[in-house]
């Protein structure tokens, strides 16, 4: 398995990084793509990535990009910062970047204006984009329906049958988290995941949230993990996503497992 999606500079994936990453290898995990929401985080995570691959089996990759959450950092100077940060080899894609409309931590204006430089810096140095949208309302869609877009996955899918049917139809790859297995919110995409191609689904944590509810609920005291992060999510709980998926489609969780791995490869460069 490869998880798409972890936020590993996290302080809660920091209490006991080395054994996070252990259990992530133990799990059948071969791959992860750290996630940046800021452009600092990014130089973090390449260092990581050349510290980590040098020490651990795994396979690492990171984004570079501007969470809609940090939209406002977003200045003159950030399209040539991006620039240069994406041409690192071991960046994968340009994100985590979008809007988000449910929170507006960065006014709608600035998480536009950061979406749009961000999609053209991924168009400038040919690498896909890591897509968030929540409550868009179809504009990050809008957004990007232009000529000459790389590869783009939706990051953590939450939205309509609607939202699922216009990025299918754009050709986007689809992540799909813990969320599917939330007894409550999870219910729309428990029926919609049989939908996604399987050419096009992908897998992940976003660790240390969205835990899977299906996970053992001694997972953290069986592994030594401190009480107060016993509720949080890790790569080596990805196999529970995956599990889910496999239900709902009526496909083989090996079946799911290689698909999501082959697509994550073709994507990212593993």
């Known amino acids: 398995m490869i998880d798409i999606c972890v936020n590993f500079l996290n302080r809660q994936l920091q209490a006991d990084p080395e054994m996070v990453l252990s259990r992530a290898e133990e799990s059948g995990v071969e791959g992860l793509v750290l996630c940046s929401t800021d452009l600092a985080m990014v130089a973090a995570n390449i260092a990581l990535c050349e510290l980590l691959g040098a020490a651990k089996n795994l396979q690492y990759r990171t984004t570079a990009g501007v969470h809609p959450h940090d939209a406002s950092t977003w200045d003159q100077h950030s399209h040539a910062q991006l620039i240069k940060l994406a041409n690192n080899p071991l960046v994968c894609a340009i994100g985590e970047c979008g809007l988000d409309f449910n929170r507006n931590y960065s006014t709608q204006e600035e998480q536009i204006?950061?979406?749009q430089g961000q999609i053209e810096v991924a168009i400038e140095v040919n690498k896909p984009l890591f897509v968030h949208d929540r409550e868009s309302q179809g504009q990050v869609l809008s957004m990007l329906t232009r000529p000459n877009?790389?590869?783009?996955?939706?990051?953590?899918?939450?939205?309509?049958?609607?939202?699922?049917?216009?990025?299918?139809?754009?050709?986007?790859?689809?992540?799909?988290?813990?969320?599917?297995?939330?007894?409550?919110?999870?219910e729309d995409l428990r029926t919609m995941v049989k939908q996604i191609p399987l050419d096009k689904l992908l897998v992940e944590t976003d660790a240390p949230f969205l835990r899977p509810q299906n996970a053992p609920s001694d997972f953290a005291s069986k592994h030594g993990i401190a009480a107060k992060w016993k509720k949080r999510n890790e790569p080596a709980l990805l196999a529970w996503v995956v599990e889910?998926?496999?239900?709902?489609r009526q496909e083989s969780v090996a079946q799911i497992a290689q698909a999501t791995s082959n697509n994550a490869k073709q994507l990212f460069g593993f």
């Open 113 to 115: 204006r950061a979406f």
């Open 149 to 186: 877009l790389p590869p783009a996955v939706i990051h953590c899918f939450t939205g309509s049958e609607d939202d699922l049917r216009g990025y299918l139809e754009a050709g986007f790859y689809i992540g799909i988290t813990g969320w599917i297995c939330d007894k409550k919110r999870g």
């Open 244 to 248: 889910e998926v496999a239900q709902h």
